[in-house]
């Protein structure tokens, strides 16, 4: 859908519509096409400002209207066998079985599976074709058919739009926000480095100084105690109320 919606934001507007209306239309006459795809990629486009949400509802519904009365016009002239020859070339989507629930459906709830159907993806290929095969009479096919495309084309429209508005806002808060983060975690990351660069600066600074004095040691003691001074590898020893001198033997 990223890949549909990107190509699509390289076309003009209007030609934008046109496909719009083009491939819903067409899947609304039978004809297996992503057009629920289409739709909401354009409506996310619509909340970037590429194209104007009001002309993708439009063109949607048109589409939808105009493709399902057409697909009704086929399937009443056409009939089962019509529907038949669908199912042989597209299996996955208009199979024996897909046919079966389909028309299950139109059992249950008559000319609502119409208003109903187009939420819902097989439905939304079949309606119009089956409610002509089975001779539904087309005001109701015609009524219920307009009320669902209108509701679906322009509730998904905008459901999508606003939805897309507010998470662009959301992220573009997230991004500013990240930013900020991002600055203060610089700056705290920062400071914090530079504070232990500093304190291991210090504490280097401080053992240097008492380990290294020139080369010199001093240890003094007073009070009858002997004190030792250590300089330039020559060593004096004074004791303190003793008076004693060696200058050698006579």
């Not at 194209?51 to 993708?56: C, K, M, Q, R, Y």
């Not at 519904?61 to 009704?72: E, L």
């Not at 079966?100 to 993806?121: I, K, L, M, T």
């Not at 004095?213 to 105690?225: E, I, K, T, Y």
Request: a positive charge; hydrophobic letters at 50%.
């Amino acid at each position: 859908m990223i890949d549909v919606q990107h190509w699509l934001s390289a076309l003009p507007p209007g030609v934008v519509y046109l496909l719009v209306a083009g491939v819903i239309g067409v899947e609304s006459m039978g004809v297996p096409l992503p057009g629920e795809i289409v739709l909401v990629s354009s409506a996310l486009l619509a909340a970037t400002g590429v194209v104007e949400p009001e002309w993708v509802a439009s063109a949607a519904a048109f589409g939808a209207i105009v493709g399902d009365s057409v697909g009704y016009a086929v399937g009443r002239r056409g009939g089962r066998p019509l529907l038949a020859r669908l199912g042989r070339r597209f299996p996955k989507h208009l199979g024996p079985a897909q046919l079966a629930r389909a028309e299950q459906s139109f059992a249950r709830h008559g000319v609502w599976a119409v208003f109903f159907g187009r939420f819902v993806a097989l439905l939304r290929i079949l309606a119009g074709p089956l409610a002509g095969a089975l001779h539904v009479p087309y005001r109701r096919f015609l009524l219920a058919n307009a009320a669902g495309g209108l509701v679906w084309a322009f509730g998904t429209t905008y459901l999508l739009y606003s939805v897309g508005r507010a998470a662009e806002h959301w992220l573009k808060d997230i991004s500013w926000a990240g930013l900020v983060l991002a600055v203060l975690a610089g700056i705290g990351s920062t400071w914090w480095l530079r504070r232990r660069a500093h304190r291991a600066e210090s504490t280097d600074g401080a053992s240097g100084e008492e380990a290294a004095s020139g080369g010199q040691a001093a240890v003094v003691a007073s009070g009858g105690q002997a004190a030792v001074v250590a300089s330039g590898g020559q060593a004096a020893v004074v004791a303190s109320g003793v008076e004693s001198t060696r200058t050698g033997e006579h």
